[in-house]
Structures are given as C-alpha cells and as structure tokens.
C-alpha cells in the first residue's frame, strides 16, 4: 500500500531564505508526483507535476526534484517570503490503483517570518 | 486555464437535512472528478472518485448512500450529503482531471477552493 510522508510537519524561517521540503512515498510504480499549495480555508493550488522519467521541474523560485528509485521528492524554495506562507502538499500517482487517483502527504506547514 | 469552480464556499444546514456542492471544471472537460475531505491541520482524504456517466467509486468506510455523487457530464459532479449530521461538519474540495492537454495519467489535477460544512 503506497504511503505518503512529508517532512518537518511545520517549519518556520526568516524571509529570504532557501529552504528545502521533504517528500518520500514507499511504493515507486508512480505515473508521476505533484507539489501543490494550500492556503488556510482554501483549496490546493497545483505548483509542480514531475512525471515518472523525470528528474525535476522548475518553476520561478520553485524547484521540485524526483528520485523515483528511492522514493524522494524535494521542493526547493529560493529566497523565500511571507507569501510563501502556506502548507505544501505532494501527492502521487500510483501506476498500480488502476485509477487516476492521487496519494497525498500529510503536508508541511510554512511559516516565513518577514 | 485548468479552473475549477466550486460551488458553495460554505453553508451551514441543520441536522437531517441535505446539502448539495457543485463542482464544475471551466475550461476543460474533466473525465474524472475526486472529492476529498479535510479534518482541521490534516492532509486530504479521497472520499470517492467519479468517472463521467458511471457510478462512482467509494473509498472504504465511505457511506454512499450518505455521500450521494454525480457526474453528469464532462463539466460538472455534484455531491450530496443527504441527512446531514453535526459529525458531517468539514471542508470538503472537488478536484478534477482532465484530458485536454492529451496527457493521460499525466494530466495534472486542479483543485476547488472547497466548502465548509457546517451543520447544527
């Protein structure tokens, strides 16, 4: 059964730094892995999706790497800022529900102090 | 583009009556649609996934007969909490994927702002 971990549950950083979110899922038959965003009360915000033969995408000061063998993914944010704010979700799509159905994480948590 | 509407952001009912939340795909022709539901500082969970013109498909422990979903058509699923209960109360998001971009199991998945259930 596919699970999902992210690591830390909560970070907290001054502004402008570079940080590093974890990600790591257990089974490694994915079609691909996505990072979303999610503000308080709101929905998801979709950020990066890495398909399987990749080994990442870039997006402005975002950057989301895959390591499908070992069953990691990073986000790295550049210079980080309050807007930054959120809790970031990653989620995978496991080759083997048969669905198009998504894994998700349990999230991390970002606070950056101006 | 990839916008997905959901419709209310919120309502508050009273215990045994029914609610319905729409849940529509914009710009694109969403094959499939999943609803999910979130606990306050938890990550989501898959409720069910619905496939156009077909039944849906309930996770475990999921009551369908409580959790009524359609999907109509390429554009739109609804989900009905019939018989709503105080413990029903939580936020609940649509998202949709699509295939307008010829990607498959590569299509990435857009999601609703969600709405907040609040029953009394």
């Known amino acids: 059964k596919q699970e999902v971990t992210q690591i830390p549950a909560a970070l907290s950083v001054p502004e402008g730094e570079n940080l590093v979110l974890n990600c790591s899922f257990t089974?490694?038959?994915?079609?691909?892995l996505q990072w979303f965003r999610q503000d308080p009360g709101k929905g998801l915000t979709s950020l990066l999706l890495?398909?399987?033969?990749?080994r990442e995408q870039t997006s402005g000061r975002l950057n989301a790497s895959l390591d499908k063998s070992s069953g990691r993914s990073t986000l790295y944010i550049a210079a980080s800022q309050p807007g930054d704010s959120a809790t970031y979700l990653c989620a995978v799509r496991p080759t083997t529900s048969g669905t198009y159905k998504y894994i998700f994480g349990t999230g991390t948590r970002l606070k950056v102090l101006a | 583009g990839a916008v997905v509407s959901q419709h209310p952001s919120w309502v508050i009912c009273k215990s045994g009556t029914s609610v319905k939340i729409e849940c529509r795909s914009l710009d694109f022709q969403a094959t499939t649609m999943f609803w999910y539901r979130q606990f306050p500082k938890q990550s989501l969970m898959l409720m069910a996934t619905s496939n156009e013109g077909s039944k849906a498909t309930y996770e475990q422990g999921v009551e369908k007969d409580k959790f009524l979903i359609n999907h109509a058509s390429l554009t739109l699923s609804t989900l009905t909490v019939t018989s709503a209960h105080p413990e029903d109360s939580s936020f609940y998001i649509c998202?949709?994927?699509?295939?307008?971009?010829?990607?498959?199991?590569?299509?990435?998945?857009?999601f609703g702002n969600g709405t907040r259930l609040t029953v009394t």
């Open positions: 998202s949709a994927s699509g295939t307008y971009s010829g990607q498959g199991f590569n299509s990435p998945l857009h």
């Open positions: 089974d490694s038959a994915i079609y691909n």
């Open positions: 890495i398909q399987s033969s990749q």
